[in-house]
């Protein structure tokens, strides 16, 4: 990777209904989690997205 480069952030999809809840500040439960990389390490910081891959919100994993 380039010096330069920005490293890719791992990403956790979440279900549509968890979507308005979240965006709103509530926290993301495991039931609502549909997808995510599988390297996520605990107290990474993610990105929550939806279906669409659109940027919900960060968060710290917490495994």
Partial sequence: MPENATPRRKRLV???AA???V???GRVF???VIDADRDIADGEEV???DRDDHVITT???ML
Wanted: glycine letters at 12%.
């Fill in 14 to 16: 979440i279900s549509d």
């Fill in 19 to 21: 979507v308005p809840f």
């Fill in 30 to 32: 495991g039931r609502q």
């Fill in 59 to 61: 968060a710290r994993a």
């Fill in 23 to 25: 965006a709103r500040g």
């Fill in 47 to 49: 990105l929550v997205v």
